[in-house]
């Protein structure tokens, strides 16, 4: 017979195991190597020829040495920040960063011609979906 999980109640702790994996993310060692992983995504995004998968596989070897818990999340920063900067030349350069970005490069850059280079930036920052329909008016 299966049985039905139980709803949690209103003013109910968080479980241990969840607790335990949010002080095990955001350990200070983790946080600081989530944040040089952004920086070197976004050199490397930002640069046009680089792609997040580059970055990924620059920063496999350092991982090795890295426990588990760091080296995922290092890994995963950094290629989200790389897919998230490749918008920034093609706004300004009308040149992709990354293949990612290439879609929508020429509306980007029409864009900021127009000076609404501040719209199509905090957009991308939402989601790729939500970025190209501000540079068509979805």
Do not use: H
């Amino acid at each position: 017979m299966v049985s039905a999980r139980r709803q949690p109640r209103e003013g109910e702790a968080m479980s241990p195991a969840w607790a335990q994996a949010f002080a095990m993310v955001f350990d200070p060692y983790n946080i600081f190597v989530m944040l040089a992983a952004s920086l070197f995504g976004l050199f490397v995004g930002a640069v046009p020829g680089l792609t997040a998968t580059m970055a990924t596989a620059l920063l496999v070897p350092v991982t090795f040495f890295m426990a588990p818990i760091p080296a995922i999340a290092a890994i995963v920063t950094a290629t989200a920040m790389a897919i998230f900067s490749g918008d920034i030349p093609g706004c300004l350069m009308r040149m992709p960063g990354t293949p990612a970005s290439a879609a929508y490069t020429d509306e980007a850059y029409a864009m900021t011609n127009k000076g609404q280079a501040e719209l199509r930036w905090a957009r991308a920052s939402c989601s790729p979906r939500s970025a190209a329909c501000s540079a068509r008016r979805c």
